[in-house]
């Protein structure tokens, strides 16, 4: 029940079905959403003691967060909360309901199920199948492509959101999948780039290609990536100017000053590092556009334009680091974790795709305060505990592992039928099919005592090995680890350490300078 109040709230919060069936909004679906996995959480079986509410890093620089906007940022503290509790709720909600590896895996599985369904209405409305006429707000801003809900309405807010669907179609579909999956896979992976294309987005092109690098570069050797990123950057620095809109204004050209957008940019970080340098606490939770207004006047006003601009004008100095500290844990945690097979990995590997997505995102559009931010975070905070719980005792194979790994949260087991062939002999289904073409190349992959029987022998480089980081998972049922395997050997950072404290503040300060760069084009 837990599980399914989540999942209620991400159909809640991205495809709005509320803003267009219309006795929904009456509901409230997303509060009841919330209320039902509230519910969840205290009817199952294991329950929900105050100890499992604050244990991870992520967890205390969220706690912190909350609690400094409530207590020094400029407002009452009861307008405040009625404000800021829905995020409360999503965060700790979200973190407490995902307890195990196959519930993350799943709920990835339909938050990217949910964005390709706005790419895809979106990119109806372009040949008339429009039913909420998104036509009107396409042709109010420019014909860039949107999305007629109160989130997508703006083709930056569009683009920005579409885009993250990409590094998730890669590792549901193509990364370690047999060729007819990836031949679905790859229709469907253009299917949020088109969407991103016709929004004309820069920043969202930007983000997209950074996640795209990420994708193909992050978790190979170190050698790889050191041949890799430079070739990818300069494919991804190539391909910019054929995309819409930028060779109006190329970027690093000096002539960011010449273009009316870039230029309302430039003065919202303007105005933003006033009020970070002028106001210690900052304007307060909501009122940067306010607080432009009264400095500068209603014409020359802008939106904040950036998750880091919009956090510095708002909450001051103080919450820029906690932000930062928050982006600081989260990259820390995916990179220091460990994992102990494929299915583990892909979920780390998206993760992390997601979280750079957001970070370069968070430089050109104010996604400082959704409720995205909020349960990307609480996803990573819940993979890290599951990684801190680990018992010496732990062993993949006994962890049934393999139903929980297939093609968006359905396992590879129920892709494919095993009926008797002319031999009589089962035919193989497509879970076989992977295991079988992974065993000819040496590739880690599962345990199958069926497929271990038609294949006869097994090859040398497919015996266990200790599950001390990321390491092939057990293909013999027989097999056990050489030695137990300790929690510390999956997350070595359990919690802060005397380094993080220079970490978080060397995080601001690469913010700083970022933005003071921004500011100098």
Request: hydrophobic share 50%.
């Amino acid at each position: 029940m837990d599980f399914a109040g989540i999942v209620l709230f991400a159909i809640a919060l991205y495809v709005r079905p509320q803003e267009f069936i219309g006795f929904l909004s009456a509901l409230r679906p997303a509060q009841l959403s919330l209320a039902m996995a509230g519910l969840g959480l205290f009817i199952r079986e294991s329950g929900i003691s105050p100890k499992q509410i604050i244990r991870t890093p992520m967890d205390w620089m969220i706690t912190a967060y909350f609690v400094y906007i409530l207590v020094w940022t400029p407002g009452s503290f009861g307008e405040l909360w009625g404000q800021i509790y829905p995020f409360v709720g999503f965060y700790f909600l979200v973190v407490l309901a995902l307890t195990n590896f196959r519930r993350i895996y799943q709920y990835l599985a339909w938050w990217c199920g949910c964005v390709m369904f706005i790419a895809v209405m979106a990119l109806l409305s372009m040949i008339g199948l429009d039913p909420l006429d998104s036509a009107t707000t396409t042709a109010g801003s420019q014909g860039r492509l949107t999305l007629n809900t109160s989130l997508f309405s703006n083709p930056n807010g569009l683009g920005h959101s579409v885009m993250v669907a990409v590094p998730l179609l890669f590792f549901f579909m193509f990364w370690k999948r047999p060729i007819f999956v990836k031949e679905v896979g790859l229709p469907l992976i253009f299917l949020p780039m088109l969407c991103t294309y016709f929004t004309q987005s820069k920043g969202a092109a930007v983000s997209g290609i950074g996640a795209i690098i990420a994708t193909l570069a992050f978790g190979r050797p170190k050698w790889v990536q050191f041949v890799l990123l430079p070739i990818l950057l300069v494919i991804g620095s190539a391909a910019l100017p054929l995309l819409p809109r930028f060779s109006d204004t190329p970027l690093g050209s000096g002539q960011g000053r010449n273009d009316e957008a870039v230029l309302g940019r430039i003065q919202a970080f303007e105005f933003g590092k006033w009020a970070f340098e002028n106001m210690p606490y900052g304007v307060g939770y909501g009122n940067f556009y306010a607080a432009y207004v009264r400095k500068a006047g209603d014409l020359q006003a802008r939106a904040s334009h950036s998750s880091f601009n919009q956090v510095q004008a708002e909450f001051g100095f103080w919450g820029l680091l906690i932000f930062s500290g928050i982006l600081y844990t989260c990259f820390h945690s995916l990179t220091r974790a460990r994992t102990a097979d494929d299915n583990e990995e892909r979920v780390r590997r998206m993760l992390f795709c997601m979280l750079l997505s957001y970070v370069i995102s968070s430089w050109m559009i104010d996604f400082g305060f959704r409720a995205s931010l909020f349960v990307m975070v609480a996803m990573i905070s819940a993979f890290h505990r599951i990684l801190m719980d680990r018992t010496a005792g732990y062993n993949p194979t006994t962890q049934e592992q393999a139903e929980w790994g297939g093609i968006l949260g359905v396992a590879e087991s129920k892709l494919g039928q095993a009926g008797a062939g002319s031999d009589g002999v089962p035919a193989m289904t497509a879970q076989d099919y992977v295991l079988q073409r992974k065993m000819v190349r040496g590739a880690p992959t599962r345990p199958r005592q069926m497929l271990s029987a038609q294949v006869g022998v097994v090859a040398q480089r497919d015996q266990p090995r200790q599950a001390t980081g990321y390491v092939a998972a057990v293909k013999d049922d027989s097999g056990a680890l050489a030695g137990a395997v300790g929690s510390a050997s999956f997350m070595p950072w359990p919690r802060f350490r005397w380094y993080d404290a220079v970490g978080i503040y060397l995080s601001l300060r690469l913010v700083l300078y970022i933005r003071d760069y921004a500011i100098s084009l």
